[in-house]
């Protein structure tokens, strides 16, 4: 049987700051990406890279900073969901079978998640080496959601 | 951009950053090392659902609450990020790479495979 022990990992209020800050996060993304194209949601992960990597290197990646704020802000599948957006009506419409509609859409989906990921990475690593000292490179646990 | 769909968006991304965390725990409870294969296998199922969503014709509101809020804080750039930035020695760089590079298109694939499946069905 699946156990479901959420408060095994965290008290409720570490919980509760993850919630809250995750809504935080969240509603800002909202609020960058709500009228703008694709560049916002880059400006959103952007941000949000940059202030996880000042976070880190000071030391406070907090759950609820790291994991909520910043997790919030960035997205993955608003990336995905963008590219596919962009790209469907071309793709769809032409594509005769799943393979063929994936084909359709890489390069132009392809090309923006490349530009996240580059962006968010260079975001992350200036937010890092502006703020402090490097790290010691292992990952906080914080960051990731890991009770310490 | 309305109020109502900002709230809804909230609700879904304190849920969503919520499962997150959890799911990420239960991943180190369960003697995962990698954490960071933890989190893209997160992102993947996030894409894959995002995608299906896309397809589901779901109001601007269901949307707001679902895709923007719950997906979009379930998913994330900044812990994927920093595992892919945390320290490395040299001859790992070009494998980790190689991983963010598979995770993107895994996301990518698992976005478009959401999607046509849900389009396939309506």
């Keep these: 049987m699946a156990r479901f022990?959420?408060?095994?990992?965290h008290s409720l209020g570490v919980w509760v700051a993850i919630a809250s800050f995750g809504a935080l996060g969240s509603v800002l993304r909202y609020a960058i990406t709500a009228d703008g194209g694709w560049g916002a949601v880059v400006l959103a992960n952007v941000l949000g890279c940059g202030?996880?990597?000042?976070?880190?290197?000071?030391?406070?990646?907090?759950?609820?900073?790291?994991?909520?704020?910043?997790?919030?802000?960035?997205?993955?599948?608003g990336v995905a969901a963008q590219a596919l957006t962009a790209a469907q009506g071309d793709a769809?419409?032409?594509?005769?079978?799943?393979?063929?509609?994936?084909?359709?859409?890489?390069p132009g989906a392809g090309l923006m998640l490349a530009v996240n990921g580059i962006l968010g990475l260079v975001a992350f690593l200036a937010g890092r080496h502006l703020s402090g000292p490097r790290s010691s490179g292992r990952l906080p646990d914080a960051e990731l959601g890991v009770a310490p | 951009?309305?109020?109502?769909?900002?709230?809804?968006?909230?609700?879904?991304?304190?849920?969503?950053?919520c499962a997150r965390?959890?799911?990420?725990?239960?991943?180190?409870?369960?003697?995962?090392?990698?954490?960071?294969?933890?989190?893209?296998?997160?992102?993947?199922?996030?894409?894959?659902?995002?995608?299906a969503a896309l397809a589901a014709d779901l109001s601007p509101a269901l949307l707001a609450l679902i895709l923007t809020g719950l997906l979009g804080g379930f998913t994330?750039?900044?812990?994927?990020?920093?595992?892919?930035?945390?320290?490395?020695?040299?001859?790992?760089?070009t494998r980790a790479l190689l991983w963010a590079a598979g995770d993107l298109l895994a996301g990518l694939a698992g976005a478009a495979a959401g999607y046509w499946v849900v389009s396939a069905l309506g």
């Design chain 1, 51 to 77: 202030v996880l990597g000042v976070l880190v290197a000071r030391g406070r990646a907090t759950p609820a900073l790291g994991v909520g704020f910043c997790g919030g802000l960035t997205t993955f599948s």
């Design chain 2, 76 to 93: 994330t750039l900044s812990s994927w990020i920093s595992a892919l930035a945390a320290g490395r020695p040299p001859e790992e760089r």
């Design chain 1, 92 to 106: 769809i419409g032409a594509a005769s079978t799943a393979g063929d509609f994936a084909l359709r859409l890489a």
């Design chain 2, 1 to 17: 951009m309305t109020v109502s769909a900002a709230l809804l968006s909230a609700l879904g991304g304190g849920l969503g950053a």
């Design chain 2, 21 to 51: 965390a959890f799911v990420l725990a239960e991943a180190e409870a369960a003697g995962v090392r990698r954490i960071d294969r933890a989190v893209a296998a997160v992102n993947v199922a996030g894409s894959i659902a995002a995608g």
């Design chain 1, 5 to 9: 022990r959420p408060l095994s990992h």
